[in-house]
């Protein structure tokens, strides 16, 4: 221990003294023992050791951010420590003071590292003083990255105008980081500037902008950013146009009135046909859906009816986020009306939705001639758990064939009702082979032990593969 702490000093000593003077630092013996107590075994340490670096001061706080050059472990969980303890805690005086040192540290550490480390524990608690202070690095190029993301935190009547003159001023990767700030932080007096490096020749950069341009969501932009995305065909591409154009209409969305938003969508659900536009379409979809949220049922329904199964499918998923008491009988009316696969795609939906309504209209899909319509309605059923339908399943085993028979037997499974063991035993008798085998496994893997008296008479069954079904279901319900 002895020697750890001699170590820690050798490593420290050099940084250990008042900036600018040479001559050791007063706090040196403080931080040291602070230091030593890192990481706290417990949050009452902890606190005791925050409460210890409050006590520093600026020009403590300001030595021990100068520290976080030598890349000590101790040094660099002491600031981050202090740092969430003052934001976390809203100590607002206590904040300011550490913003402060943070600030005198950043100017006076030589080191891209630590000043990296600095701007980013002023990410955390900075204000409009860390905002004015991070700005010449949002020009240099090391550094320019973790400074946007710092001063996209902070945000303000500082930082904002900073990065839009910064970018007049930055070249290279530098450009990148502060267009996307400039979008992040949506802030509609940097528009000009980055529409104006939408049609530049720097790839990277016109990929930035559109982004940038569409988080922004300015009405004004919406030119642009539709000519960007029809040029790339309302498909994905190297250049984000579609999706800068799919993001600038959710930002309209936000907003009020609505309008624009509605168009665009309207204008990518008219526009986008091909299976390659799919994904801007559902995103329209969804858009559509938003905006006009009163009429989200029939636009979802007539969705749900589309002959593109993966659109369909998309608004089915959308619909089922939305389901409830108030508009599931939408759905129980719009079953009716459709067929083939688009009625089996509702059946499902209205499984999901576990609204006991649905429960007549499921339950007349069971006799559907259309086998996918059929399936679907078994499974919905299942879905619904409502021990009415326990009845209708068991029936349906004599109607279908052997796949439909066992797809039954799994869904009576995963109904939770004592009413499926009772419902299996008492069906045994006289029944085809395979449905017996499959009530058989239902009784198995329920341990139904008030049905052993059905289940041993099966035992003396003529069909070998019955009587073997019968016998493994009885050692299960006797082990049991």
Do not use: H
């Not at 040479?22 to 931080?31: L, M, V």
């Not at 409460?51 to 100068?66: H, I, S």
């Not at 994905?236 to 930002?251: K, P």
């Not at 399943?393 to 995963?414: A, C, G, H, P, Q």
Request: proline letters at 4%; a positive charge; charged letters at 20%.
């Amino acid at each position: 221990m002895r020697r750890s702490k001699l170590i820690i000093l050798f490593i420290l000593f050099p940084i250990l003294y008042t900036a600018g003077q040479g001559k050791p630092s007063p706090y040196a013996t403080r931080i040291n023992a602070i230091l030593q107590e890192m990481p706290s075994p417990n949050d009452s340490l902890k606190n005791i050791s925050m409460k210890q670096l409050e006590k520093l001061g600026e020009e403590g706080l300001t030595t021990l951010a100068m520290m976080s050059q030598t890349g000590n472990i101790r040094v660099q969980y002491a600031l981050t420590a202090y740092t969430r303890y003052i934001t976390a805690a809203l100590q607002d005086s206590a904040r300011k003071t550490a913003v402060k040192a943070w600030c005198r540290a950043l100017k006076w550490v030589p080191s891209i590292p630590a000043k990296n480390f600095l701007i980013s524990q002023l990410q955390l608690c900075g204000n409009d003083v860390a905002a004015a202070t991070i700005a010449p690095y949002l020009v240099q190029e090391p550094l320019c990255d973790a400074a946007a993301r710092a001063l996209i935190q902070i945000g303000g009547p500082v930082a904002k105008p900073t990065l839009v003159y910064a970018l007049s001023k930055a070249k290279g990767n530098s450009k990148i980081a502060l267009i996307n700030a400039i979008g992040e932080l949506r802030y509609l007096s940097g528009l000009d500037a980055v529409t104006a490096l939408a049609n530049t020749k720097d790839l990277r950069q016109r990929r930035v902008a559109l982004m940038a341009i569409a988080n922004i969501g300015n009405e004004s932009s919406d030119s642009l950013l539709r000519a960007a995305a029809a040029r790339a065909g309302y498909v994905y591409d190297s250049m984000n146009a579609t999706a800068a154009y799919i993001l600038f209409a959710q930002r309209m969305a936000e907003n009020w009135p609505q309008e624009p938003a509605r168009k665009i969508a309207a204008r990518l659900l008219k526009e986008c046909k091909s299976p390659a536009q799919l994904p801007a379409r559902i995103a329209a979809l969804q858009i559509m859906v938003t905006v006009r949220f009163n009429d989200a049922n029939r636009i979802l329904g007539d969705a749900a009816a589309d002959p593109d199964p993966a659109f369909r499918s998309a608004a089915l998923k959308m619909a089922a986020k939305n389901l409830n008491t108030s508009n599931t009988n939408y759905w129980i009316d719009r079953v009716v009306r459709e067929k083939d696969e688009v009625k089996a795609g509702i059946l499902l939906l209205l499984g999901e939705s576990r609204q006991r309504t649905a429960t007549r209209v499921i339950q007349a899909a069971l006799n559907d001639s259309n086998m996918v319509v059929k399936t679907a309605a078994i499974k919905a059923a299942g879905m619904l758990g409502n021990t009415t339908m326990i009845a209708a399943l068991v029936y349906e085993m004599n109607r279908v064939d052997s796949s439909t028979i066992f797809l039954i037997r799994d869904v009576l499974l995963t109904m939770r009702s004592n009413m499926v063991a009772s419902t299996a035993g008492i069906s045994l008798q006289n029944k085809p082979p395979l449905m017996q085998i499959a009530l058989l496994q239902v009784l198995a893997e329920r341990k139904a032990e008030e049905m052993k008296a059905r289940v041993v008479a099966m035992t003396q069954s003529a069909n070998p593969a019955v009587k073997e079904q019968a016998e493994k279901t009885l050692k299960a319900i006797e082990g049991s």
